[in-house]
């Protein structure tokens, strides 16, 4: 996911994703504790994803909070 997709979606939709790609690192963090990931770049992905996400969030919380 890149910024330009993210700059796109809904305050709504980004919060949603931010929810699921939570969800979803939560779910790998605790099956790398306890197995082999097929995949150990997965989380450093979602944890990416996770920060571009919140990182738009903020701009646009910014830009409502100096516009008032």
């Known amino acids: ?3 330009t997709e993210i700059r796109e979606m ?3 939709e980004i919060a949603e994703r ?4 939570e969800e979803e690192r939560f779910r790998l963090r605790f099956r790398s504790a ?7 770049m997965l989380l450093r992905h979602i944890r990416r994803d996770i ?3 919140k990182t738009v969030q903020a701009e646009r919380q ?7």
């Open 1 to 3: 996911m890149n910024g």
């Open 10 to 12: 809904t305050d709504q």
């Open 18 to 21: 931010i929810e699921q790609l």
């Open 34 to 40: 306890t197995q082999q990931l097929e995949n150990p």
């Open 51 to 53: 920060a571009r996400l």
């Open 62 to 68: 910014n830009q409502t909070q100096g516009s008032r």
